[in-house]
């Protein structure tokens, strides 16, 4: 069974950094290397947003609320994504879920996290 597990959430002063990790597990790393994925948001109150993606042509792909200033990277020998955060805001605070999807010939598989929370704040 595919299971994605954040960690690296916390407390943090505006301007400071994090870095979120996702660990897969139940997936050959040749499958891993294979899928893209992504990492995504949820404030208070608000619907969940995606911010990053990690394609598995080691391309990244940001949303113009996290460019230049989040990093994503992946290790497929090691199966994770990390995330790095850095000059955090008030409004980067939520939980932070990493989602792989896995495209097939006539369907996409996809995997949620439970999610990690960062809270930014002074």
């Known amino acids: 069974q595919v299971q994605l597990v954040e960690s690296g959430g916390g407390f943090v002063q505006p301007g400071g950094s994090l870095r979120l990790t996702c660990a897969v597990s139940?997936?050959?790393?040749?499958?891993?290397?294979?899928?893209?994925v992504d990492w995504y948001r949820q404030a208070p109150g608000k619907e969940r947003e995606l911010l990053a993606t990690?394609?598995?042509?080691?391309?990244?792909n940001y949303t113009e609320a996290v460019q230049g200033r989040f990093t994503v990277s992946r290790d497929d020998a090691k199966i994770s994504v990390a995330l790095q955060m850095t000059r955090l805001k008030p409004e980067d605070t939520g939980v932070y879920f990493c989602?792989?999807?896995?495209?097939?010939?006539?369907?996409?598989?996809?995997?949620w996290g439970k999610g990690t929370r960062v809270t930014v704040s002074s």
């Open positions: 989602h792989l999807r896995r495209t097939l010939i006539t369907t996409t598989l996809e995997y």
């Open positions: 139940g997936m050959h790393e040749i499958i891993f290397a294979t899928s893209d």
């Open positions: 990690s394609t598995f042509e080691h391309t990244a």
